[in-house]
């Protein structure tokens, strides 16, 4: 079935000819803005997980973590290629001595053939990207950008520690590098409209970028915006804004753009609300059924940016 959007899965069969399994990986990173202000803990949506998988062991070598995932995966669904992603916080907050040690630890297992490096746009440099670069002449390189939002003032409210300015240098930086660069956005921001999402598909389409993730703002145990919650001084979108305003969002991107992810959730352990996000099944069947109700798809909307 083709779907309104580019979606990741059909690109990645076009890509490697097959069905390929993506493996998070903790590889022992913290954050830079963790521990900047007592009492900060880093971005107000994060906790101590890092944005970890719920099936990652972080007490495990990156060896074993791969090993034990890959068995899993090839006994139990076939599976034959994969993706070595570099996911819990920021995997290139380490001098590149330190991060070309880590990241060689995929090199030995012959059925990888993407590499993904999650980060922050504060923490690479041209050193780094040259490191980064350099597997791409045996794997498809990507690199994640966390951005959330294009508006410092919510940024600032995030406690992201950067800039939409930074954001920027790091994807000039990293762009003619053959490295594929995707972009983690949250909606449903406090303050942010579903014309602020448009705005947002349209400043990332005209900036060339490979990829996205699409999030929904949620809230976890142990994250500082718990608090805020159970305070009652935060509202979640309901599923029908949420499908609303992604697909909206959706509309106004470059369909050259790659969807990684249309929705966003915590593990059942720790995930508190919103409790519709837990069934990520049904909230995607819903915005393939608004495109279908509005006869649109991805870009259709998009215009030119001056």
């Known amino acids: 079935m083709i779907k309104p959007y580019n979606d990741y899965n059909s690109y990645l069969r076009r890509t490697h000819g097959s069905k390929v399994y993506k493996i998070g990986l903790d ?22 997980r890092g944005s970890r998988s719920s099936y990652t062991d972080p007490v495990k070598s990156i060896t074993e973590q791969l090993s034990s995932r890959i068995d899993y995966l090839k006994n139990n669904f076939g599976a034959e290629k994969f993706i070595a992603y570099f996911q819990a916080f920021t ?40 490191l980064i670069s350099s597997y791409t002449r045996r794997y498809r390189v990507w690199i994640e950008y966390g951005l959330q939002s294009i508006r410092n003032d919510t940024l600032a409210f995030l406690g992201r520690g950067h800039t939409f300015e930074d954001f920027f240098r790091a994807v000039e930086l990293s762009k003619g590098r053959g490295i594929k660069i995707c972009t983690h956005i949250i909606l449903g921001l406090p303050g942010e409209s579903p014309e602020d999402a448009i705005k947002t598909a349209r400043v990332l389409s005209s900036l060339g970028i490979d990829g996205i993730k699409i999030h929904l703002l949620h809230v976890l145990k142990g994250s500082r915006l718990e608090k805020i919650y159970t305070d009652g001084k935060l509202r979640l979108l309901d599923q029908k804004e949420y499908i609303e305003i992604a697909c909206s969002f959706l509309e106004n991107l470059s369909p050259d753009i790659v969807i990684q992810r249309l929705t966003g959730e915590g593990d059942r352990e720790n995930h508190i609300a919103p409790l519709w996000a837990l069934d990520k099944t049904k909230t995607i069947r819903l915005i393939e059924e608004e495109f279908a109700e509005r006869g649109t798809r991805q870009g259709k909307a998009l215009k030119t940016i001056s």
Do not use: H, M, W
């Open 27 to 48: 590889a022992g990173f913290s954050c830079p803005n963790r521990n900047l202000t007592p009492g900060q803990g880093g971005c107000i949506y994060c906790n101590d």
């Open 91 to 130: 995997n290139t907050y380490a001098p590149v001595k330190k991060l070309k040690e880590i990241y060689d630890k995929i090199l030995p297992f012959e059925d990888i053939v993407e590499i993904s490096i999650g980060t922050r746009p504060d923490c690479i440099d041209e050193k780094k990207i040259d």
